[in-house]
């Protein structure tokens, strides 16, 4: 098989990886579409499983449709007793996305019936993903502090059950509100690296727990998820408006990273963070200031004025979230499974359509390495002048 060179490109950026109607982006623009509708019309009309429905099944549901989903994601919220005692085996050190990601794949060993080609299963598995996921991150939770998980509340729709479940109390009609935009403003975004991931699990035919699980694990690492825990750091390490400017300067100055802002595909600012903005602002009012929120503000002025026009930075999804989320009384080691909460919806829609059109994914390499070597026998061997690598961690 040949191999252009010159097709190459470094972590495949800007190589289209699927054909697919499930998401849009316009970066130059702000713009991001589900299924061809403007994120900011489904943030302020639809809840998060309706927005589910429409990525996965690819229309808007009717009412009865809708109730059906609903109903059935209700109902399958609980998680055997053979997954808690699982998790409560797990270290309580250790990172909620670990637990999330072997929970997930755990699901597999339970609804272990594989049946690609009947939709019967393909909405069961959907069903019970959605269904079960928020359970498990807020089972490990509690878990991981001494607790018992509490069982879900069938009277709390999806976004303020899981609340209740995380802080075992019901949350106010707004926190759970905006919570669940959160949700569907992150329910999506094209072909990052944890939606190629369950595109390329998807393909070889597995089950649709690995193809989560592995989308999981991708979505775990610091350059995809997790942002929004670094931004609260930094404006704790900033601390004042006043010592905005002569962070921004020192940042500039040594090439480094201002968290939250800058996005590889957007040349303004995300639309999801304008609408979370708004979120953020609209809990405050109700629930108290937060003391960095000033700060952030004045951050955003500063890195407009200072990287704005020249290179296209401004605010990312992560910049308003972590504050939101922390005054909604989430622990900043669980942003990053909220985050697969939503996206879920996501991975799901990337596995449906994938069935659809499966070819398995089979990229080719350029193979930079020796050729024709002779296999020297251990005593013509020299001596290595460097120790490799030992089990020492
Ligand atoms: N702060 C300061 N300068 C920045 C930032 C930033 N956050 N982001 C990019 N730049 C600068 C770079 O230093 C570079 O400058 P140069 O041309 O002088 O070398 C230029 O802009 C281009 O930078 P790239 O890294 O090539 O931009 P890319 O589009 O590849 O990176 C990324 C996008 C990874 C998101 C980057 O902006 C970043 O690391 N941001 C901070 C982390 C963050 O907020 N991540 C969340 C992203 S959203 C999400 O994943 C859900």
């Not at 060993?109 to 939709?119: I, K, Q």
């Not at 601390?239 to 590889?264: L, S, W």
């Not at 903005?277 to 004045?298: H, I, K, P, S, W």
Request: hydrophobic share 40%.
């Amino acid at each position: 098989m040949s191999t252009n060179t010159e097709e190459f490109k470094d972590g495949l950026a800007g190589v289209p990886a699927a054909k697919s109607q499930v998401s849009y982006v316009n970066g130059v623009e702000g713009v991001l579409e589900y299924r061809g509708i403007r994120i900011e019309e489904l943030a302020e009309k639809s809840s998060f499983i309706e927005t589910a429905y429409l990525l996965i099944w690819g229309k808007l549901p009717t009412p009865e449709e809708l109730e059906e989903f609903e109903t059935e994601i209700r109902y399958h919220r609980r998680i055997k007793f053979h997954i808690r005692d699982m998790m409560k085996c797990f270290p309580e050190t250790g990172h909620p996305m670990d637990a999330l990601q072997t929970s997930a794949a755990a699901l597999g060993l339970f609804y272990s019936r594989r049946a690609l080609d009947n939709p019967d299963y393909i909405r069961a598995a959907v069903v019970r993903l959605l269904a079960k996921i928020p359970t498990m991150v807020a089972a490990f939770h509690l878990i991981r502090k001494g607790n018992d998980p509490i069982q879900p509340n069938d009277e709390l729709d999806y976004a303020a059950n899981f609340l209740y479940m995380l802080t075992e109390r019901k949350p106010t009609p707004l926190a759970a509100k905006i919570f669940d935009i959160c949700l569907t403003l992150h329910a999506e975004h094209t072909m990052n690296a944890s939606t190629f991931s369950a595109r390329v699990t998807a393909s070889t035919l597995t089950d649709p727990y690995a193809v989560v699980a592995s989308a999981v694990g991708t979505l775990a690492g610091p350059l995809h998820g997790g942002a929004n825990e670094e931004v609260l750091e930094m404006l704790e390490s900033i601390g004042t408006v006043a010592q905005v400017r002569p962070y921004v300067d020192e940042c500039i100055a040594n090439k480094q990273k201002i968290m939250g802002f800058g996005h590889r595909v957007y040349r303004v600012k995300d639309p999801r963070a304008v609408i979370l903005q708004n979120l953020a602002e609209r809990l405050f009012e109700t629930m108290g200031q937060d003391e960095y929120y000033a700060v952030a503000v004045e951050l955003e002025k500063v890195v407009e004025e200072r990287l704005g026009a020249s290179k296209g930075i401004y605010a990312n999804v992560d910049f308003y979230s972590g504050l939101l989320y922390r005054k909604l009384g989430i622990p900043r080691d669980l942003f990053t499974p909220i985050f697969a909460i939503a996206r879920a919806a996501g991975w799901l829609a990337h596995w449906k359509e994938q069935l659809t059109v499966n070819k398995i994914y089979r990229p080719t390499q350029i193979y930079v390495g020796e050729h024709n070597l002779a296999y020297l026998p251990m005593e013509e061997r020299a001596v290595a002048r460097e120790r490799p690598p030992s089990f020492s961690l």
